[in-house]
Nanobody, 120 residues
Framework: QVHLEESGGGLVQAGGSLRLSCAASGSIFSINAMNWYRQAPGKQRELVAAITSGGSTNYADSVKGRFTISRANAKNTVYLQMNSLKPEDTAVYYC??????????????WGQGTQVTVSS
């Protein structure tokens, strides 16, 4: 029904930058929010950043001042600009969206994830 695809992950050195992208497609009527989560091996998944269709944002304390979430609503796309990366940012990053489908039901959808590895 709805598909999310992430891109932009990779291997960087500490202090470097990456930009993640997530594009939603399918039976979309509207998107209420798009979020970025991350999960390191053996650890709980955590919310990194969130943005509503109106542009309101929230960030985990650990990434404030370093990461910026933005969106292009017309393209159903969300971005996560990650600067000043630290080794503890290493994780699989997942895009998630709160989507109102064309049948007017509201559901959460998840992307497959993209690996971000930050070396010391």
């Amino acid at each position: 029904q709805v598909h999310l695809e992430e891109s932009g992950g990779g291997l960087v050195q500490a202090g470097g930058s990456l930009r993640l992208s997530c594009a939603a497609s399918g039976s979309i009527f509207s998107i209420n929010a798009m979020n970025w989560y991350r999960q390191a091996p053996g650890k709980q998944r955590e919310l990194v950043a969130a943005i509503t269709s109106g542009g309101s944002t929230n960030y985990a304390d650990s990434v404030k001042g370093r990461f910026t979430i933005s969106r292009a609503n017309a393209k159903n796309t969300v971005y996560l600009q990650m600067n000043s990366l630290k080794p503890e940012d290493t994780a699989v990053y997942y895009c998630a969206a709160v989507v109102v489908t064309t049948t007017r039901s509201t559901n959460d959808y998840w992307g497959q994830g993209t690996q971000v590895t930050v070396s010391s």
